[in-house]
């Protein structure tokens, strides 16, 4: 499963633009594939191919400063198709400027709650393969410790508990509203996390010529790779 550019990047910028501003933009997910090189093939090759949300908003900062809205760079790679780069400045100039972006801590539960209570919704990084069959209720279906593979990106929104079914996290998915509920998944929380040993990192955030295993905790190694952008 490839981390495809487009999706979360892009709502975690209109997220945090909104917060910012009080105004909802719907921002180009075209121009995130179209225009992030991945050179290093960081979780991917590129484009519906795959990446990271860090190369992605360090992207838009250093080349255009930004993302367009959606009805001046529209989107059109449905069926997965590569396009090139078509961003103009005069005509799709960004709706929603960066002026970069924050990584939390590797692996760092507290910092991950204060930055979700304070900031707002973060990018992260989670192994999703076994959550196609989810419906409702606590996930905690991810074997951490023996079997991790980050696949996956998603946006982290929010955490609760259940009375009977304990703590968790609010994860906003892509796979649309007839998921799971409403679009969402809720993951089991610990504030003790269970650590375990990627074996695949070009399958999630790593790059090419990177290390060859990465330790990653929580949840479907929910906690290993957050982020958000900072909004001009």
Same mark, same amino acid.
């Given at each position: ?14 997220? #945090?633009?909104?917060? @910012?501003?009080?105004?909802? @933009?719907?921002?180009? %997910?075209? @121009?995130?594939?179209?225009? /992030?090189?991945?050179? &290093? ?6 484009g519906?191919?795959? !990446?990271?949300?860090? &190369?992605?908003?360090?992207?838009? /900062?250093?080349? /255009? ?22 961003? $103009? @400045? ?6 929603? #400027?960066?002026?970069? #972006? =924050? ?8 910092? =991950? ?6 900031v ?5 990084? =989670? $192994? ?9 209720? /606590? ?12 696949? #996956?990106?998603? %946006? ?13 996290w ?9 998921y !799971? ?21 070009? $399958? ?16 479907? !190694?929910? &906690? ?9």
């Amino acid at each position: 499963m490839w981390i495809m550019l487009d999706f979360w990047p892009a709502e975690s910028i209109e997220s #945090h633009f909104a917060i @910012q501003t009080g105004f909802l @933009q719907d921002l180009s %997910q075209q @121009q995130i594939l179209d225009c /992030v090189p991945n050179t &290093l093939s960081c979780g991917g090759t590129g484009g519906c191919q795959g !990446g990271t949300a860090e &190369l992605v908003f360090e992207t838009l /900062v250093q080349t /255009v400063g930004g993302l367009a809205s959606e009805w001046t760079y529209p989107y059109r790679s449905y069926y997965a198709q590569n396009y090139t780069c078509a961003f $103009d @400045q005069l005509k799709t100039r960004p709706a929603a #400027h960066l002026t970069g #972006h =924050v990584v939390l801590p590797t692996n760092e539960y507290a910092a =991950v709650m204060k930055a979700l209570a304070a900031v707002g919704p973060l990018a992260v990084n =989670v $192994d999703a393969s076994e959550w196609s069959s989810y419906e409702s209720g /606590v996930f905690s279906g991810c074997d951490t410790k023996n079997n991790i593979d980050i696949n #996956h990106v998603v %946006q982290l929104v929010g955490y609760g508990t259940d009375a009977k079914l304990g703590d968790y996290w609010i994860v906003r998915n892509s796979w649309g509203p007839k998921y !799971g509920e409403q679009g969402y998944i809720k993951i089991s929380r610990n504030s003790t996390p269970q650590c375990g040993t990627d074996k695949t990192p070009l $399958d999630g955030t790593g790059c090419v010529g990177g290390p060859s295993t990465q330790t990653v905790c929580g949840t479907c !190694g929910i &906690l290993f790779d957050v982020s958000y952008p900072k909004i001009l």
